[in-house]
């Protein structure tokens, strides 16, 4: 039972724009802060995005920031990640986490499968 | 940004053995270090959060260690379905960072 999913992948041009989705039939997103975490080819997991509960903080890491914008929608229980200006090292498997909160620890809890970019001419 | 190194960056062990990973902060995180499991093909899934502390339904055979900038996590006797790519994850300070990952096959 796939209980996040992600959707939006595909192939596209360097320069390019795409927009993911990230839902959920299970868990409720307005409880959670929201993640984008995203694995290169082969390679390890980089976190991107996040998104608070209220979308009033969001934050970007440097490999990002500029091109890629995290929205979220709490009355579809849904997550956004619009990517303009594509690059080829922007090639690779996005996962949406949600992210569990306490004073002693901070963790991405759940995660969708994946959806594969790839960005090529 | 904490840089997070793991060793070694991958392991072949028999069935039975004792099973280690190291994971190294550039700086004192205190003890926000979690442990995560990606067989391929998967998303990750979280095994150890707050150094220690073991995620519901994860078997007991996982443990996990440390403080500062020194972790580790322990597999007290690797099974067939250990085999997975194991990251460490910092969340002491923003960006949270990942180490490179230890593949761990079974010999």
């Known amino acids: 039972e796939v209980q996040v999913l992600e959707s939006g992948g595909g192939l596209v041009k360097p320069g390019g724009s795409l927009r993911l989705s990230c839902a959920s039939s299970?868990?409720?997103?307005?409880?959670?802060?929201l993640n984008w975490v995203r694995q290169a080819p082969g390679k390890g997991l980089e976190w991107i995005s996040s998104?608070?509960?209220?979308?009033?903080?969001?934050y970007y890491s440097d490999s990002v920031k500029g091109r890629f914008t995290i929205s979220r929608d709490n009355s579809k229980n849904s997550l956004y990640l619009q990517m303009n200006t594509l690059r080829g090292d922007d090639t690779a498997v996005y996962y949406c986490?949600?992210?569990?909160?306490?004073?002693?620890?901070?963790?991405?809890?759940?995660w969708g499968q994946g959806t594969l970019v790839t960005v090529s001419s | 940004d904490i840089q997070m190194t793991q060793s070694p960056s991958s392991l072949s062990a028999a069935v039975g053995d004792r099973v280690t990973i190291t994971c190294r902060a550039s700086?004192?995180?205190?003890?926000?270090l979690n442990w995560y499991q990606q067989k391929p093909g998967k998303a990750p899934k979280v095994l150890i959060y707050?150094?220690?502390s073991l995620q519901s339904g994860v078997p007991s055979r996982f443990t996990g260690s440390g403080s500062g900038t020194d972790f580790t996590l322990t597999i007290t006797s690797l099974q067939p379905e250990d085999c997975a790519t194991y990251y460490c994850?910092?969340?002491?300070?923003?960006?949270?960072?990942f180490g490179g990952g230890t593949k761990v096959e079974i010999k």
């Open positions: 986490a949600t992210l569990r909160v306490s004073g002693t620890y901070e963790y991405f809890h759940h």
């Open positions: 299970r868990f409720i997103f307005s409880n959670y802060t």
């Open positions: 998104i608070s509960i209220s979308s009033s903080y969001i």
């Open positions: 700086q004192n995180i205190n003890y926000y």
């Open positions: 707050s150094v220690s």
């Open positions: 994850q910092q969340s002491f300070s923003s960006p949270p960072t």
